[in-house]
């Protein structure tokens, strides 16, 4: 492997893996909050495959020599990060732990089926990804994504039907999630040469599609589209991240960090 | 006609009585004595609501577990025990129809404080140990337990018994590969892992709850075991579960955190300490060390989301299906 194209399969992989690792640790958050039983069981599901997905890719990432897996989800610092804004926000006020969590259901429901929609084109479009390894993983994870973007499908049809309060709030999540949403689109600074490698198609072309998907969805449930997908935040892909992030991984890896050197 | 009916009734408990002693298994639309329907009601309602409330204390490990593998598998396991509390509230749906009730009503139930979780969910977690010991020790009690009423004359309670049983050895397996690994590991992991035995032994025992009424001052034992929903006293199964599980805790080179604990050979049987039945009775009042918080979370995300219930329309007559 030539030593450039390294450097862009792992910048790549560095993308695909923090932002499943970041949406699937807040769906961790949720466990027990959600708004019924049978959800819990769903969401928790979903979860699992998604964190799955970002171990496969941390794990490709080992394999070309960067570290163990558990060091990369873990141990790297906020400014290393890759993952989309959007994905490090927080579920909503408060805190998982007793402290007074009021989650936003509406916000979950958008970021997330607007995050596997987006999944969706990407992992259609890595199954012609020049990098074989790429290619196989995104025809695994192709068999799980049409599940997920199901579920959160159903959600927001549901909410947004019903009309009232709900309906209000979903408009709300929809415009909040819409101004950072751009985020996932983004290859980052190096897009450029990760598309001439032939690893995934552009931001231009993704984007293309996932604004078809939506606007279907948006004409058919009667929502306005709301434009151009932001990137207010900044680009996560260039290392710009949130508090919400330092919070996310002094949690998730508070446990790893006491001693990264040995089995748990 | 009073006294008739009243004969009519006697024919029916002496027919039900004859069938659950041949071994024959009741279904949710048979006939049964009204005091059977309310032992089962209270026992699988209170199962129910105890999986979901069980799911908190590990649900306080579940994002910090330290690496890809352990967050996955935790994770697995909690949605198993949630899994399991939609199961069991099934099947406690069926037995509160006549009275007119649903899932609703138990939820109401539990915040009002009329509907209990089990007394081990009211304890602290401190460190990632505790949510290994938790699989390992807590859901091998739940084993004991559950394995006892395998065989119980309500079949819809055995047949789902059955199910969450099977998936209890794989969480006991799970809990189990966490102690072994701190067990083996650096000191401080092996000191975790000790303090946390040392923490939760008490509620190991009082798992299985009083030995007798006369300690705390009511037991459902004794009518459990009458309708054959279960077939061991308290203490019988604590001392399976002294026998099963002194041994392998040993094995593992902790030290239980009772002097008198001792296998009595004349008696048979193993002598321990006494837990705390007076904390035990207070957390039976919800006044356990992290009762009110547990309750809270649930109360809170329940008002949380009443906007989205609303919208489901399931607000009035929430999963009455």
């Given at each position: 492997m030539k030593p450039q194209y390294k450097e862009e399969v792992i910048e790549l992989l560095y993308q695909l893996a923090d932002d499943d690792l970041l949406v699937s640790y807040r769906g961790s958050e949720w466990l027990g909050l959600v708004p019924h039983i049978e959800e819990d069981v769903a969401y928790s599901s979903i979860t699992q495959n998604t964190m799955g997905h970002a171990n496969i890719y941390y794990s490709l990432l080992e394999e070309l020599g960067e570290g163990k897996v558990d060091d990369l989800a873990h141990l790297r610092p906020a400014g290393e990060r890759k993952n989309a804004i959007i994905?490090?926000?927080?579920?909503?006020?408060?805190?998982?732990?007793?402290?007074?969590?009021?989650?936003?259901?509406?916000?979950?429901?958008?970021?997330?089926?607007?995050?596997?929609?987006?999944?969706?084109?990407?992992?259609?479009?890595?199954?012609?990804?020049?990098?074989?390894?790429?290619?196989?993983?995104?025809?695994?994870?192709?068999?799980?994504?049409?599940?997920?973007?199901?579920?959160?499908?159903?959600?927001?049809?549901?909410?947004?039907?019903?009309?009232?309060?709900?309906?209000?709030?979903?408009?709300?999540?929809?415009?909040?999630?819409?101004?950072?949403?751009?985020?996932?689109?983004?290859?980052?600074?190096?897009?450029?040469?990760?598309?001439?490698?032939?690893?995934?198609?552009?931001?231009?072309?993704?984007?293309?599609?996932?604004?078809?998907?939506?606007?279907?969805?948006?004409?058919?449930?009667?929502?306005?589209?709301?434009?151009?997908?932001?990137?207010?935040?900044?680009?996560?892909?260039?290392?710009?991240?949130?508090?919400?992030?330092?919070?996310?991984?002094?949690?998730?890896?508070?446990?790893?960090?006491?001693?990264?050197a040995v089995p748990w | 006609m009073a006294v008739s009916v009243r004969d009519a009734e006697k024919v029916k408990y002496r027919e039900f009585m004859e069938r659950i002693e041949a071994g024959e298994k009741i279904e949710a639309d048979d006939w049964m004595p009204d005091d059977y329907r309310q032992a089962l009601i209270k026992l699988i309602s209170m199962h129910g609501i105890s999986e979901i409330m069980g799911a908190l204390p590990e649900k306080e490990w579940t994002p910090k577990a330290p690496t890809l593998y352990r967050k996955l598998a935790i994770m697995a396991k909690v949605q198993d025990e949630v899994g399991h509390g939609q199961l069991l509230l099934r099947v406690a749906e069926d037995l509160i129809k006549p009275y007119g009730k649903t899932r609703e009503d138990l939820i109401q139930d539990l915040f009002a404080g009329r509907l209990k979780f089990h007394n081990v969910f009211h304890w602290k977690t401190k460190s990632w140990a505790d949510a290994g010991l938790i699989g390992w020790l807590v859901d091998g009690a739940a084993i004991i337990t559950q394995t006892n009423m395998l065989d119980c004359s309500y079949a819809p309670y055995a047949r789902a018994l059955k199910r969450i049983a099977a998936e209890e050895v794989f969480h006991a397996q799970h809990g189990e590969a966490i102690a072994v690994a701190?067990?083996?590991?650096?000191?401080?992991?092996?000191?975790?892992?000790?303090?946390?035995?040392?923490?939760?032994?008490?509620?190991?025992?009082?798992?299985?709850?009083?030995?007798?009424?006369?300690?705390?001052?009511?037991?459902?034992?004794?009518?459990?075991?009458?309708?054959?929903?279960?077939?061991?006293?308290?203490?019988?199964?604590?001392?399976?579960?002294?026998?099963?599980?002194?041994?392998?805790?040993?094995?593992?080179?902790?030290?239980?955190?009772?002097?008198?604990?001792?296998?009595?050979?004349?008696?048979?049987?193993?002598?321990?300490?006494?837990?705390?039945?007076?904390?035990?009775?207070?957390?039976?009042?919800?006044?356990?060390?992290?009762?009110?918080?547990?309750?809270?979370?649930?109360?809170?995300?329940?008002?949380?989301?009443?906007?989205?219930?609303?919208?489901?329309?399931?607000?009035?007559?929430?999963?009455?299906?």
């Open positions: 994905l490090e926000e927080k579920n909503g006020p408060g805190h998982w732990l007793y402290g007074e969590p009021r989650y936003d259901w509406a916000f979950t429901v958008v970021r997330n089926y607007f995050y596997e929609a987006i999944k969706k084109r990407k992992i259609d479009s890595l199954k012609q990804s020049s990098y074989e390894p790429l290619r196989q993983v995104a025809v695994k994870i192709d068999t799980e994504i049409p599940y997920h973007l199901m579920h959160w499908r159903t959600w927001f049809e549901q909410l947004v039907r019903a009309g009232g309060e709900a309906e209000e709030r979903m408009k709300a999540a929809v415009a909040r999630v819409w101004e950072d949403i751009g985020g996932v689109l983004s290859l980052g600074p190096n897009e450029e040469k990760i598309v001439e490698a032939g690893l995934i198609e552009s931001e231009a072309v993704l984007k293309e599609r996932f604004l078809e998907d939506i606007n279907k969805k948006f004409t058919e449930l009667g929502l306005k589209m709301p434009g151009e997908p932001g990137m207010k935040k900044g680009d996560g892909r260039a290392g710009f991240h949130t508090e919400d992030l330092e919070e996310a991984l002094a949690q998730l890896s508070e446990v790893y960090a006491l001693n990264p | 701190l067990a083996t590991g650096t000191e401080e992991q092996k000191e975790m892992l000790q303090d946390a035995l040392n923490r939760w032994w008490p509620a190991l025992l009082m798992f299985f709850g009083p030995p007798t009424a006369e300690l705390t001052g009511s037991s459902k034992q004794e009518i459990t075991i009458k309708y054959k929903i279960r077939k061991n006293t308290n203490e019988e199964l604590r001392q399976f579960y002294l026998t099963k599980y002194v041994p392998r805790i040993q094995g593992l080179g902790l030290t239980i955190p009772d002097e008198t604990l001792r296998w009595d050979d004349e008696k048979k049987e193993w002598i321990y300490k006494q837990p705390d039945w007076n904390l035990f009775l207070k957390i039976t009042r919800n006044e356990g060390p992290m009762s009110q918080e547990r309750l809270r979370l649930r109360r809170l995300s329940y008002e949380n989301n009443a906007w989205v219930r609303e919208a489901l329309g399931l607000n009035t007559k929430i999963f009455a299906s």
